[in-house]
């Protein structure tokens, strides 16, 4: 599966081979193995840089958090595209990182977007957050409208991803 | 003030705060009144208190904020006296007289107080009069007499809120170019924040410390400093470590400013627990600011002179006369945990606590009101936890703090306590070379380890295969099938990634 971490933006691609107290995965490719044991309280004890840290994850409705002792990370499964091949990095389906108040909504539906283009501002414990393309798209339909308070991962904005290798015919 | 005893305290408040307050009005023997938000039904300072009373709906405007429905549940349950904690509506002067005309005791400095010290522009001129030192700047903000004052003073400046506070209408401004647009964009977010757009301008200090006395006053005129606090480590302009004592301040410097503290609070008649802030630059300092209230960190101030800050408030507001405070020792360290993504610009983050685990040991005070399965949201300040710890020295402190935040886990929401950790840890904070601008040093170069995210990856997958998102009703830790045994037990030696 694929994965994106929130904090570092990264992208992973998993596959878990083998779970118990060896886990065995591969990870973008190159297999790797982590040594794990199930502790009381749901937790596990891993080895990880060369020495033992407690770690914990839990699938949440949108997200999966995982915490390796003090660090904490979020990743979000992609969706792979119809025939396997991949997309854009664009996600396809904009949706609220936190609950909040839509301020602003900066794009119209049918418009395009360009990577990076500011979509949507979103203000959440007293700070205002704006979310931009991941890559070019189209805009298919905004489902906020401003002032509107949302829930986390309530889809705010859907999009058509272009493809950016190809020349944008529909200028 | 209306000096008597109280009897039954109601906590305006939410959060870590409201729960520390709350504790210590316990052992006080007083009784306990907690308000919450509809959202904050189920929050430990709601269970913790001896009642609790709803003021609203989650939105803090209607609820936390709402004066009229704080001092109406203080008057229905018969509480004689009301904690604001901090933040909120702790530094309203309007609440405050709100309280005293309701026949209440306000804990906290008088309304004409607060009013001085709210009113930054007003503070200034204070310190001026009082020959106080302060950062050339002006009191007026309008484009002529910031571009005069540019001219004379050189780029960058500051533009700051006159009713300023959190880091809010503050623009720092590098070129004329962005002079008009950074006025405008500052009396608006003023405007917004505080219903106030006026402005002041001030030269910009690059690297300054910021460092701030602890002042206490009486009823009976009487001023008294408790050491200083060292918090430069911010970011967006809002404090995440302090120290107590600074590591950059000598002993002359620190005379100084606190003889410079307590001029300033006597000047205003000022009574109950406050905070004079200071930029220090070299052996020069520069009033910025009365914090009218208990601060955040006052944890530490505590440690060092072995009191209780919200204890002496109680009984400040009590008409109880001052004494003076213990010698102060060793050395402690606050961090504060945000719920916020460090690695992507501390961008606010929420989510359920789906498992915890709060560092212990010696030297080690934790405060906070993280609970298994409470929601943090969106509605409010995102501080989760200050880890606190003392130490005989400085480097006793913060090797406490290194090892304290490392069994710091909290898994549903991210936070920064493994930045916080890494900035402890690394050379330059142990050198004690801090400066404002160290966050904005330190966080490019920053990220988590490379064995840590691959290993959290690898977690991720097997998590998701385990139990895929969108089945889990809210949080549920992937750990445990519905039979109690865990994912990894449970796939023993099965092949289950998804093969092509």
């Known amino acids: 599966m694929k994965l994106r971490e929130s904090g570092t933006r990264r992208q992973f691609e998993v596959e878990v081979d083998r779970g118990g107290s060896v886990i065995e995965a591969r990870l973008d490719g190159t297999p790797s193995e982590l040594v794990n044991q199930t502790l009381g309280d749901g937790a596990m004890l891993i080895e990880c840089g060369g020495s033992r840290v407690r770690a914990f994850a839990a699938v949440l409705r949108d997200s999966i958090v995982v915490s390796i002792g003090p660090q904490s990370f979020r990743f979000t499964p992609l969706l792979e595209s119809r025939a396997g091949a991949r997309r854009s990095l664009t996600t396809p389906i904009l949706t609220a990182p936190m609950p909040g108040k839509v301020l602003r909504v900066m794009v119209v539906e049918g418009g395009l977007v360009e990577i990076g283009q500011p979509l949507i501002t979103m203000e959440a414990m007293k700070m205002e957050t704006t979310l931009s393309a991941e890559g070019p798209a189209r805009v298919k339909r905004i489902a906020v409208s401003e002032g509107q308070m949302v829930d986390a991962g309530a889809v705010l904005i859907e999009l058509s991803p272009l493809d950016s290798s190809k020349p944008q015919s529909d200028h | ?500």
């Not at chain 2, 308000?35 to 269970?47: E, G, K, N, R, Y």
């Not at chain 2, 004052?149 to 959190?166: D, S, V």
């Not at chain 2, 220090?280 to 009033?287: Q, S």
């Not at chain 2, 009218?292 to 002496?312: K, N, S």
């Open chain 2, 1 to 500: 003030m209306s000096a008597r005893k109280i009897k039954k305290l109601l906590v305006a408040n939410r959060g870590e705060i409201a729960l520390r307050i709350i504790r210590t009005a316990r052992v006080m023997g007083l009784q306990t009144v907690a308000v919450f938000s509809a959202a904050d039904a189920a929050m430990p300072h709601v269970t913790a208190a001896d009642e609790a009373r709803p003021i609203g709906p989650p939105e803090a405007l209607l609820s936390y904020l709402n004066a009229a429905a704080i001092i109406e549940a203080a008057l229905a349950s018969g509480a004689d006296a009301i904690h604001p904690g901090y933040g909120f509506l702790s530094e309203s002067p309007a609440f405050a007289a709100a309280v005293e005309e309701a026949g209440l005791t306000f804990v906290g400095p008088s309304a004409a107080a607060l009013s001085a010290a709210g009113d930054k522009v007003g503070a200034r001129q204070l310190a001026r009069r009082v020959g106080v030192p302060i950062v050339a700047g002006i009191e007026t903000a309008d484009i002529a007499s910031a571009r005069s004052f540019a001219a004379a003073n050189g780029y960058p400046i500051m533009i700051k809120a006159a009713a300023g506070g959190g880091g809010r209408g503050i623009r720092v401004v590098v070129a004329e170019g962005a002079l008009a647009s950074a006025l405008e964009a500052a009396a608006r977010e003023a405007q917004a924040a505080f219903n106030d757009g006026r402005l002041f301008i001030e030269k910009y200090l690059a690297r300054p410390r910021h460092v701030e006395v602890q002042v206490l006053g009486d009823a009976h005129g009487r001023v008294i400093a408790m050491g200083e606090r060292e918090c430069s480590i911010q970011r967006r302009h809002q404090k995440i470590i302090e120290e107590s004592p600074s590591p950059g301040v000598t002993p002359a410097l620190r005379a100084r400013m606190i003889e410079a503290a307590v001029g300033l609070a006597a000047a205003v008649g000022y009574q109950n627990a406050g905070t004079v802030e200071f930029l220090v630059e070299g052996e020069g300092f520069y009033f910025l600011e009365i914090n009218a209230r208990l601060q955040v960190e006052h944890p530490i101030t505590e440690l060092r002179f072995d009191c209780d800050l919200v204890a002496l408030q109680l009984r400040l507001a009590q008409g109880e006369p001052l004494t003076a405070p213990s010698s102060p020792r060793g050395h402690a360290i606050e961090c504060r945990i945000y719920a916020e993504d460090a690695g992507n610009d501390f961008r606010p983050a929420a989510g359920p606590v789906a498992y915890l685990q709060l560092p212990a040991g010696p030297g080690i005070r934790v405060d906070t009101f993280l609970t298994p399965g409470i929601e943090i949201s969106s509605y409010y300040d995102g501080l989760l936890a200050k880890l606190i710890a003392y130490g005989y020295d400085r480097e006793e402190a913060r090797r406490r703090t290194v090892s304290a935040l490392g069994e710091f886990m909290l898994t549903g929401v991210l936070h920064t306590a493994s930045f916080l950790r890494d900035v402890v840890a690394s050379e330059r904070f142990a050198r004690g070379d801090l400066s404002t601008g160290f966050v904005s040093d330190f966080l490019p170069a920053w990220s988590p380890p490379e064995e840590s995210i691959k290993a959290a990856a690898v977690l991720a997958a097997v998590a998701a295969q385990a139990g895929p998102a969108g089945t889990a009703p809210r949080a549920r830790p992937a750990a445990e099938d519905s039979r109690g045994r865990s994912p990894w037990e449970r796939l023993g030696p099965l092949n289950f990634g998804s093969r092509r």
